[in-house]
């Protein structure tokens, strides 16, 4: 059975990052772990972890210093154990059903993507416009293997 392992950098989201992981465990296929990299930053986001934990308490928080998104994921694919990684923005949603859509087409493939549909005023799935295709991590997943260093195909 596939397990999907799911990376959220998180600085100054405070006001977003329980939503986006509301988003993760709305999905259809449960997800293997859920890795938090912590970078701290302003007070909304020092109550995350208690709040957080309280909700999900599978949940794996690291605190990583401040550092930029790319190297927090990194860190990030050096902690988590599945065999397919998803990234998600501290900030972004996922639909329901994107695990789902996604692992049934990944057969054969080392990564499979999707649309993203960017946020208006309302930070609300209903209030979102048109999907367009643009590479932003979160839309992907991949095979771990195929992330770590020096891999080669065939």
């Not at 939503?19 to 701290?40: F, K």
Request: aromatic share 8%; proline share 5%; glycine share 10%.
């Amino acid at each position: 059975m596939t397990q999907v392992s799911v990376i959220v950098p998180f600085w100054n989201a405070g006001q977003y990052v329980l939503d986006a992981l509301r988003s993760i465990a709305a999905q259809d296929v449960p997800v293997h772990e859920i890795l938090v990299l912590d970078q701290g930053g302003n007070s909304s986001s020092q109550v995350f972890p208690e709040q957080a934990l309280s909700e999900f308490p599978d949940l794996k928080i690291h605190q990583i210093g401040r550092t930029s998104p790319a190297v927090a994921r990194n860190l990030g694919l050096e902690k988590v154990t599945g065999d397919v990684v998803a990234f998600l923005d501290d900030d972004d949603l996922w639909p329901v059903g994107k695990l789902q859509r996604q692992l049934s087409r990944l057969d054969g493939y080392d990564v499979v993507g999707g649309l993203v549909r960017p946020f208006g005023d309302k930070r609300s799935l209903n209030e979102c416009r048109r999907d367009r295709v643009m590479y932003n991590v979160g839309a992907y997943i991949y095979r771990r293997e195929a992330l770590k260093p020096g891999f080669t195909t065939g």
